[in-house]
């Protein structure tokens, strides 16, 4: 239920209580402390992904220095973190900064619209069990909702589940009372989730017999250290800020570093990853089926295996790998297209997520509904035609929270640079004296990409309707390059058809940012 005190208007609501929109209500409050904002969470509680997920193991697949916040060292010995200690860091930045009071729980946005005549979006929003529709209304709309379904994963359309006498599991609906111990377990999946799971899953105090993990195909895995001992040292001679602010730089110039020379120059970073999985398994080990995938590096993220987990799972018998394709499920397990069948207790569908831009709200301006794969993203954060509306959409390449700082830093800009100039609209526009090729969002073959490449935006070819995907040139873009750009329309509060003084009939016309 709304507090029925509770302002209904805002200067800016946020959308979704995760990484990104905690770290939207701390730039809010450095950089526009004039600002009111609110919170909007359709869950019951913050944290987004890291509350949703509850399968054993779950934890960051990139290092904390960079999936933390800028602004909020990680401080932790571990720089690869279980989701219970991601939840907590969450939690101490949203009372450290007072964000939990700013949030409404239990407000899931259903659709949003725009009024050019009043420079605001009107936000419909159900409130708790009962779905109680309630109205808010703001100046700026930031969606911060994450970038899939959370009320159910993907799963493919298995021939034959219903003859399968055991129990299947998808990892985004994790039961709390799923007995393992002792089962046979047979993973479909091989990305982070898979690789994630199958260590867990024998390693706990309650392990199971064995873990078999199917793949269609296999990916890049690459093992890591879960600590990090030169940032522990580092941190122990120098402050902490300072100490965060260079590990931070180290993970992301290797980061860099890795992923441009596996996109210009695949063949040596193909070899030098498959052959630490050589390494890991020993000579006799089947690498080239199980391990070699049939892309180059980074045309999908790389698996991370700390502490080499997985691997070691594998050494010790309690873990295999299987890559063949699926023909049906049977009453005892799978039957592969090779006519091999594997028996399981408990099967779990690690295949994915469904994909969805702005935590799958309608949307229209001025009445128009908004498709958003027929926009093409500013700066991959808003869009043509689109005013004072931003998403928060991390790297496919690296952490997730590098790009989000970013982006609520720029919003934040964006929005004093509209108070400074005495406007109160802004809206990119795509040029109209060239064309701008549009091209897919993101260049990324993974299949949740693939399947959702006709409900996503485009990029263009060029300037800011390129996404990046670089965190050191967005820096540049994003931290210090111009608000008014050729691109921006900054516009007053002005009736369709008519002058905001006079009444006079006449077309809409900017206002100089300059």
């Known amino acids: 239920m709304a507090r029925e005190d509770a302002p209904q208007h805002f200067d800016v609501i946020v959308v979704g209580a995760g990484i990104s929109g905690i770290g939207a209500g701390y730039y809010l409050q450095k950089n526009c402390p004039q600002k009111s904002y609110a919170i909007l969470e359709g869950r019951e509680n913050f944290g987004g992904t890291w509350d949703l997920f509850r399968y054993p193991g779950i934890r960051s697949d990139s290092d904390m220095f960079t999936l933390g916040y800028a602004f909020k060292p990680w401080t932790e010995q571990k720089a690869i973190a279980d989701g219970p200690s991601i939840m907590n860091y969450l939690d101490e930045t949203a009372t450290q900064y007072g964000i939990h009071e700013k949030i409404r729980y239990r407000h899931m946005v259903r659709h949003a619209s725009w009024s050019t ?10 409130i708790g069990e009962d779905k109680q529709p309630e109205r808010y209304t703001c100046n700026f709309l930031f969606m911060c909702s994450g970038y899939y379904r959370y009320e159910a994963g993907y799963t493919p359309d298995f021939k034959g589940t219903d003859r399968f006498q055991g129990q299947i599991v998808h990892p985004q609906l994790w039961p709390e009372d799923l007995a393992y111990e002792g089962k046979r377990v047979i993973v479909i999946g091989s990305g982070a989730t898979a690789v994630t799971l199958v260590p867990a899953l024998v390693d706990s105090d309650t392990p199971a017999e064995h873990v078999t993990m199917l793949q269609r195909s296999p990916t890049y895995m690459v093992s890591r250290p879960a600590s990090d001992k030169f940032a522990n040292r580092l941190r ?42 050589r390494e890991e398994l020993g000579p006799d080990y089947d690498v080239e089926t199980h391990f070699t995938p049939s892309y180059n590096p980074w045309e999908q993220r790389l698996c991370l295996v700390p502490d080499s987990d997985f691997f070691n799972a594998i050494k010790r018998g309690k873990a295999s790998v299987a890559t063949d394709h699926i023909d049906t499920f049977t009453e005892k397990g799978i039957l592969l297209k090779s006519g091999e069948e594997l028996e399981a207790d408990i099967i779990v569908t690690a295949t994915g997520l469904e994909l969805q831009m702005a935590g799958g709200i309608s949307a229209e301006v001025d009445g128009e509904p908004v ?16 005013p004072n509306f931003a998403i928060s959409f991390g790297y496919t390449n690296a952490s997730w929270t590098l790009r989000a700082d970013l982006t609520c830093d720029y919003v ?21 004296d060239e064309e701008i090729a549009r091209l897919p969002w993101v260049d990324f073959s993974s299949g949740y990409f ?9 990029q263009g070819d060029r300037g800011v309707w390129k996404n990046l995907q670089n965190y050191p040139k967005d ?24 002058t905001a003084r006079t009444g006079e009939e006449e077309e809409p016309q900017a206002v100089a940012a300059e």
């Open 117 to 126: 005549e009043e420079a605001q979006w009107t936000v419909d929003v159900e």
């Open 236 to 277: 122990k001679i120098l402050p902490s800020k300072m100490a965060y602010a260079i590990i931070r730089w180290k993970h992301v110039l290797l980061q860099q570093l890795i992923f441009r020379r596996a996109r210009t120059k695949p063949a040596p970073i193909k070899e030098f990853l498959i052959k630490q999985v």
């Open 371 to 386: 498709n958003m794969a027929e926009h093409v993203s500013y700066k991959a954060m808003m869009f043509d035609d689109v």
């Open 412 to 432: 934040c800009r964006l929005i004093n640079h509209m108070d400074a100039t005495g406007t109160e609209i802004a809206t990119p526009r795509l040029p109209k």
């Open 450 to 458: 693939q399947r959702a490449a006709d409900k996503l935006p485009k």
């Open 475 to 498: 820096i540049f873009a994003l931290k210090y390059g111009k608000i008014a750009d050729e691109a921006m329309e900054f516009t007053k509060r002005h009736p369709v058809g008519q």
